[in-house]
């Protein structure tokens, strides 16, 4: 399994997998398509279902909401905000080249750690590698192959448009720290939605229009965001026109109106009985919310008029129910319906379309089922709203799209796959400039073309907001020593910037030699990833070279020189030409948010020691699991009724049930955090007194099938001697190798009674005094000697040899041939005969 797309959200994650059928989502080990997106701490790691299952009771222990806090810094508004939510404890994380990032104090393995929000997302990607490398190794002939060497080698991840550089960078550096280097492209999900929904349209002929690109709409809300897409469509090829945001509105917005209702009733109910506030008690506010996503998900198909909410020992043993109606439901949401023109009336305006322009509006993410949302949009967008969907199309799955538009991403850039092209244009989110100090002049070179105007500022947007990435553009200075170019996102942008975040991506400083004419050729590169950084940097000068030399380098504005319009005549001396020589020169780039090599390996050092303890710590519980089914497995099978009673003697039947109690007892009392090594031991001591038994047994059962296998031989071969006297085909064999079969055919079944009467007089307590290798091994011994004899191949019969000319000696040769001897006809037949010869 080597090509993969992920859709990594805050609550859940799907990951999808693109083969030579399709694009399929991967089941996780308790057959769920959706994987919870959290890592869990105890004696050993857990991640995603496994870490479900404590996530209430553990929930100190418990990672979750990563997607929101990666690539943030400690004290960003967005993660002051986001760290409310979470009942966690969060404390910084200093780094060499930056700001102090986001860490979560854990408790793992008695130990207390700090794990950094990006090492958590990196372990979360890596366990959905782990499923894919599971259906590998499944499918693999490979006995060598583990789950390690079967990781996915190229991967696309699904990150949100509006990701800053910086989470963007920190989300990759979570990948590296795992040892996930295969990362092909982080996608915009609006992006990858579109991807999945055009490439098949397109294999279907549908968008056939050359010169009118059909429009289309996406809407997606999750879990935690909402983000809506105009994307064009044409043969071969999709374009993003425009992207707009609103970060902090979704699914869980919906469940905390729900939330927030119920602990209202509550305190409301018993607020005489209470020792404490709901919101002050994170475990019970964490059942609360499970039980509002119920009654949300109850409420949202049409038709639904109220959802029962029952709820047992909330809080000091109180009991919880109440009636929701869908009226007032819809009633506390309101406010938060109101949020969603405001993207959609952005998108419109910016690409200058209306509503009857588009040809459908797709619906994705789970948050679109809530049916007072679908109404809100169709509302919006003038749809009707007693249509089937109320005008909203649902062509695509709302959960798995995103991860299979990000599989089919992967398969086009990776190598291993040959897939038909698509062309995607691709929309820069916010615009990005670049700044200097105000000294000396400037230029900007954009895709070659060189202004060399001088700009009335010191900065110049590089990126502009929809721009296509990846692209490299490069801005001209006049400079000499070091100096300083710093990129960040332009404040003039149309789209709502993140409240409080920083809006500088990087400084880059570079060394120039001495020089005030120094033309220094600045080169910014937007990767596939829509990452700024500084490609090269380079000092441009223009030198007069020989015409004999002209040719060697970059040349420019290079003429033939004429005099009075005319060319020169040959042997008239030609004049110098101009060069164009460039010198990279050396810089440095810093960042607010970096993850620096140093810190990155320490993580990864971190990473092995935690994967390791996790194999001991599961191995160790494979052993323990083994020891203790086979004591349930073997009390069941001595008692009176069980199929090994037969089988054990009087010593046994008292002894073995001991043993096994003795065993047991321990297992839950000093034995239950024992080691591997001593659960394998006490497996081997209570083994030795049950597998005699066992043995008994599966010998019993197979001795018959020996035995008649053995006798079916033995007639067989038998036949064969009878037949050799009447079958002409068996003529060849010899009288005595018919008696060596005869004599190995009754030395056989002489022995085959005799162990078949010794084993009768014993008990079925006792070992057998034949096994089913001994029978099986005088099977093969038989056929050994008899099978050579019976298909002895028949001898060729004997060709007989014509007799050979005696050959004459020399004298003899020399001697005339007799009268009778005719000459050698001519080649035209009897024509011309020759006379006797006559002698002396």
């Not at 509302?379 to 199309?393: K, Q, T």
């Not at 332009?490 to 990087?506: K, L, Q, T």
């Not at 004429?562 to 010198?583: L, R």
């Amino acid at each position: 399994m080597s090509v993969v797309g992920i859709d990594f959200g805050v609550k859940n994650a799907v990951i999808a997998v693109a083969g030579r059928g399709g694009v399929d989502v991967l089941l996780n080990g308790n057959s769920n398509r959706l994987n919870p997106c959290m890592v869990g701490f105890d004696r050993s790691r857990s991640f995603g279902e496994g870490a479900s299952t404590t996530a209430t009771s553990n929930f100190k222990n418990t990672i979750v909401g990563m997607k929101r806090l990666v690539g943030l810094t400690f004290n960003d508004p967005r993660a002051v905000k986001e760290m409310k939510l979470i009942p966690l404890t969060f404390v910084p994380m200093s780094h060499t080249a930056g700001s102090d990032t986001i860490g979560v104090k854990v408790m793992y393995n008695d130990a207390e750690n700090i794990i950094s929000v990006e090492h958590a997302v990196g372990m979360m990607v890596k366990h959905l590698g782990t499923i894919a490398a599971q259906k590998s190794l499944a499918s693999s002939n490979d006995p060598k192959a583990t789950k390690e060497s079967l990781l996915p080698a190229d991967w696309v991840i699904a990150v949100p448009g509006y990701y800053t550089d910086a989470q963007k960078r920190a989300f990759l550096s979570g990948c590296d720290v795992v040892g996930i280097s295969g990362v092909q492209r982080l996608m915009n999900e609006t992006t990858a939605s579109a991807l999945a929904y055009g490439i098949f349209k397109d294999i279907r002929k549908e968008f056939n229009d050359l010169e009118k690109p059909s429009h289309v709409m996406f809407i997606d809300m999750g879990h935690s965001s909402y983000s809506v897409a105009i994307v064009g469509f044409e043969p071969g090829k999709l374009s993003v026109k425009s992207a707009h945001y609103d970060a902090d509105l979704g699914g869980r917005d919906f469940d905390r109106v729900i939330t927030d209702w119920i602990i209202r009733e509550f305190e409301a109910k018993f607020k005489n009985k209470l020792t404490a506030r709901v919101a002050d008690k994170p475990k019970v506010v964490l059942k609360i919310m499970a039980a509002a996503e119920k009654a949300k998900k109850t409420l949202s198909p049409a038709g639904v008029k109220e959802a029962r909410i029952n709820m047992e020992c909330i809080m000091d043993d109180l009991d919880f129910g109440a009636t929701l109606k869908n009226v007032d439901y819809e009633s506390m949401c309101q406010p938060l319906l109101d949020r969603l023109e405001a993207p959609i009336k952005r998108c419109m305006v910016e690409t200058g379309l209306s509503s009857s322009d588009l040809s459908s509006v797709e619906i994705v993410g789970g948050a679109t089922r809530v049916a007072c949302v679908k109404r809100k949009l169709a509302a919006i967008l003038g749809l009707d709203v007693n249509s089937p969907n109320m005008g909203l199309s649902t062509t695509m799955n709302a959960d798995e799209a995103v991860a299979r538009g990000a599989a089919l991403q992967s398969a086009i850039l990776s190598p291993r796959f040959k897939v038909k092209p698509y062309e995607i244009v691709e929309a820069q989110t916010y615009p990005i400039k670049i700044a200097w100090d105000e000294e000396g002049q400037s230029g900007i070179e954009v895709e070659g073309e060189t202004e060399e105007n001088a700009f009335p500022t010191n900065s110049v947007v590089m990126f502009d907001r929809g721009s296509n990435f990846p692209s490299v553009k490069r801005v001209t200075l006049r400079r000499s020593g070091e100096f300083s170019v710093v990129a960040s996102y332009d404040e003039s942008a149309s789209i709502p910037f993140p409240v409080g975040a920083p809006r500088e991506i990087a400084i880059l400083k570079i060394k120039a030699p001495p020089g005030a004419d120094n033309r220094i050729r600045v080169n910014v590169k937007q990767d596939i990833n829509g990452c700024t950084t500084l490609s090269s940097a380079q000092l441009v000068e223009e030198i007069m070279v020989e015409p004999d030399k002209a040719n060697d380098g970059e040349t420019e504005n290079t003429t033939n020189p004429t005099e009075n319009g005319e060319e020169k005549k040959t042997g008239q001396e030609a004049a110098p030409k101009k060069k164009i020589k460039k010198t990279n020169l050396e810089f440095s780039i810093s960042r607010a948010v970096q993850w620096m090599k140093p810190e990155i390996d320490a993580a990864f050092e971190v990473e092995v020691s935690m994967s390791n303890a996790d194999r001991i710590v599961q191995e160790t519980s494979d052993k323990r699991n083994e020891l203790e089914s086979y004591l349930y497995d073997m009390r069941d099978k001595i008692s009176s009724y069980g199929s090994l009673f037969a089988y054990c003697n009087e010593e046994e039947k008292k002894k073995f049930p001991a043993a096994l109690e003795t065993t047991e007892n321990w297992l839950y009392e000093d034995g239950f955090d024992a080691s591997k090594a001593v659960y394998a031991e006490k497996l081997a001591e209570i083994k030795k007194i049950g597998d005699p038994i066992e043995t008994r047994c599966s010998e019993a059962a197979a001795r018959p099938d020996a035995v008649s296998t053995l006798q079916r031989s033995v007639e067989k071969y038998k036949n064969f001697l009878n037949s050799c006297s009447s079958d002409d085909k068996y003529a060849h064999i010899t009288n005595e190798e018919q008696q060596t079969c005869h004599d190995k055919c009754d030395e056989v079944s002489s022995w085959l009674y005799d162990m078949l009467d010794k084993q009768g007089s014993l008990p079925a307590n006792m070992d057998p005094v034949v096994t089913v290798s001994d029978i099986n091994g005088k099977s093969f011994e038989l056929a050994n000697v008899v099978s050579p004899i019976m298909h002895k191949p028949i001898p060729k019969p004997k060709v007989e040899e014509k007799p050979k000319v005696e050959e004459k000696s020399d004298e003899e040769e020399k001697k005339p041939e007799s009268m009778e001897t005719e000459a050698p006809k001519s080649e035209e037949g009897n024509k011309n005969e020759t006379e006797p010869m006559e002698t002396d």
